[in-house]
């Protein structure tokens, strides 16, 4: 069966502190990778999307990393902002997109 | 861009009523898809279209909803009849291309009483 699965589930880290969300998947044949940030009452924003041959993407303070092999992947973030308090989520397509298995979310405090 | 543009942006209405969700697409951008997110069940994908047809709508939970592409840079999402477990947010995405950035409109938030 196609799965995502994030942990962990919630993470309060105080600002400035760095901090790994981790996503395992299952989804086979895999096409692609994406992590969304998603604030409080607005819709996902794109942070990155990794294919099968892409090890690492950054985006400002986001950095992504995929091991295919594992089928796990992880968003760091550096330097936290009090702005970084979200919903982090992972989402694998399969080939040809047909199939998008979304994975519950981290749900990331970030405190003064 | 205005970006990718839904309405309403908050509904109530009572059971049995119809429902009808509203979305305008990024210009430029040829693919489209209907998401809903709620607590218990995250965001899960209802359906998407490509090009203006519809390539996989095995995420339509019941044959209570129905999604239309008219043109294309605008869809719209019925339920008729509405039902309490229907309430969610409702999310609209485009996209370019396929394996692109997907960009999601600000969504709906539905409520049946």
């Known amino acids: 069966k196609n799965q995502v699965e994030q942990s962990p589930q919630s993470l309060i880290i105080l600002e400035g502190k760095n901090c790994t969300l981790q996503?395992?998947?299952?989804?086979?044949?895999?096409?692609?990778l994406r992590w969304y940030k998603q604030d409080t009452g607005r819709g996902p924003v794109s942070l990155t999307i990794?294919?099968?041959?892409?090890n690492t993407k950054s985006n400002g303070r986001y950095t992504a990393t995929l091991d295919a092999d594992t089928k796990q992947s992880s968003l760091h973030i550096t330097a936290s902002q009090l702005s970084d308090s979200a919903s982090y989520i992972c989402?694998?397509?399969?080939?040809?997109?047909?199939?998008?298995?979304f994975g519950a979310g981290t749900r990331l405090f970030v405190k003064a | 861009d205005a970006g990718v543009i839904q309405s309403p942006r908050h509904e109530v209405t009572e059971m049995g009523q119809e429902v009808t969700l509203r979305c305008k697409l990024i210009?430029?951008?040829?693919?489209l898809f209907w998401y809903r997110q709620t607590m218990m069940r995250g965001l899960e994908l209802l359906i998407y279209?490509?090009?203006?047809?519809?390539?996989?709508d095995s995420g339509m939970p019941e044959d209570r909803f129905s999604a239309k592409m008219p043109n294309a840079s605008f869809s719209t999402l019925k339920i008729q009849p509405s039902e309490p477990r229907d309430s969610a947010v409702y999310f609209c995405?485009?996209?370019?291309?396929?394996?692109?950035?997907?960009?999601f409109g600000p969504g709906t938030r539905l409520l049946v009483l």
């Open positions: 996503c395992n998947y299952t989804v086979s044949p895999f096409s692609n």
């Open positions: 210009s430029g951008h040829n693919s």
């Open positions: 989402v694998v397509q399969d080939t040809g997109g047909f199939k998008t298995i």
């Open positions: 995405a485009s996209m370019r291309q396929l394996g692109e950035t997907q960009y």
């Open positions: 990794m294919t099968f041959s892409e």
């Open positions: 279209f490509n090009n203006n047809v519809p390539i996989d």
